[in-house]
């Protein structure tokens, strides 16, 4: 088998194809932990009493895959569902850079942006975790369900929904909070001024998070949000992922 420049052996990524096909099969092992206690694996538990407060709304999260991977660096890779193709080629860029890097590449399995970050890090070799929206018995969308189940197979997915449960608009924005909480960092690659994306962008600003936000993004001038987080603390503009991770993971 060949392998990357970095030296990795690429897995291939499941095709992300139509709805069409056959179902969706859930997992069969599913734990139920504690937000808490995910947020300790990683040492993310470090957050004001009032902080972790707000976090327990979501009180307990369905885990199907290795929960052991939240022990490592971890960075969500998320925006927009209907990216331009720059965006969804700077996306899977970013994934497999960060995956080559040995960082966990996180995000939320929507289109777009959210599929190309996490299919470039599975496709570079390295490890990935999803934090879905709905269930872990549903698959939204549903083009993308080869994709999850390789995900619980061979990764991490979660869920703060009860399986069998409805998927309501709420379901989303509380998601992000939970993506934000057990990231070190969420990068913005692309997201308009009415992105649900946005939602992700104040939780990290709320819980102490690193927010980063692509140069493109901040260069944009037809988009009003950014200089709402651009100054703030903890905040990055893109230039580069070496740059990012020095930032970050300071030596």
């Given at each position: 088998?060949?392998?990357?420049?970095?030296?990795?052996?690429?897995?291939?990524?499941?095709?992300?194809?139509?709805?069409?096909?056959?179902?969706?099969?859930?997992?069969?092992?599913?734990?139920?932990?504690?937000?808490?206690d995910l947020l300790a694996i990683g040492g993310?538990?470090?957050?004001?009493?009032?902080?972790?407060?707000?976090?327990?709304?979501?009180?307990?999260?369905?885990?199907?895959?290795?929960?052991?991977?939240?022990?490592?660096?971890?960075?969500?890779?998320?925006?927009?569902?209907?990216?331009?193709?720059?965006?969804?080629?700077?996306?899977?860029?970013?994934?497999?850079?960060?995956?080559?890097?040995?960082?966990?590449?996180v995000s939320g399995l929507a289109e777009g942006?959210?599929?190309?970050?996490?299919?470039?890090?599975?496709?570079?070799?390295?490890?990935?975790?999803?934090?879905?929206?709905?269930?872990?018995?549903?698959?939204?969308?549903?083009?993308?369900?080869?994709?999850?189940?390789?995900?619980?197979?061979?990764?991490?997915?979660?869920?703060?929904?009860?399986?069998?449960?409805?998927?309501?608009?709420?379901?989303?924005?509380?998601?992000?909070?939970?993506?934000?909480?057990?990231?070190?960092?969420?990068?913005?690659?692309?997201?308009?001024?009415?992105?649900?994306?946005?939602?992700?962008?104040?939780?990290?600003?709320?819980?102490?998070?690193?927010?980063?936000?692509?140069?493109?993004?901040?260069?944009?001038?037809?988009?009003?949000?950014?200089?709402?987080?651009?100054?703030?603390?903890?905040?990055?503009?893109?230039?580069?992922?070496?740059?990012?991770?020095?930032?970050?993971?300071?030596?």
């Amino acid at each position: 088998m060949t392998v990357d420049s970095e030296g990795h052996r690429p897995r291939r990524a499941p095709a992300v194809g139509g709805p069409r096909g056959p179902k969706y099969v859930p997992p069969v092992s599913v734990e139920q932990r504690a937000i808490g206690d995910l947020l300790a694996i990683g040492g993310r538990d470090t957050l004001a009493p009032k902080q972790m407060d707000f976090l327990n709304a979501a009180a307990n999260l369905f885990c199907a895959g290795n929960v052991a991977l939240l022990a490592n660096r971890c960075i969500a890779v998320i925006g927009a569902r209907k990216a331009s193709d720059l965006g969804r080629r700077r996306a899977r860029q970013l994934g497999r850079q960060l995956a080559a890097a040995g960082v966990v590449v996180v995000s939320g399995l929507a289109e777009g942006i959210d599929t190309e970050a996490l299919t470039g890090a599975i496709e570079a070799g390295g490890s990935v975790v999803a934090v879905i929206g709905t269930p872990l018995d549903q698959a939204y969308p549903a083009k993308n369900k080869a994709l999850q189940e390789a995900i619980y197979r061979d990764h991490l997915l979660i869920s703060q929904f009860q399986p069998g449960t409805r998927v309501f608009p709420s379901n989303f924005p509380a998601r992000n909070r939970t993506m934000a909480a057990l990231s070190d960092a969420s990068v913005v690659i692309e997201a308009s001024d009415t992105s649900g994306t946005l939602h992700q962008a104040a939780e990290c600003q709320r819980l102490g998070r690193w927010l980063v936000i692509a140069k493109s993004v901040v260069e944009n001038q037809e988009l009003t949000w950014p200089e709402k987080f651009v100054g703030q603390p903890r905040t990055l503009i893109l230039e580069s992922t070496s740059s990012l991770l020095g930032e970050i993971y300071p030596s």
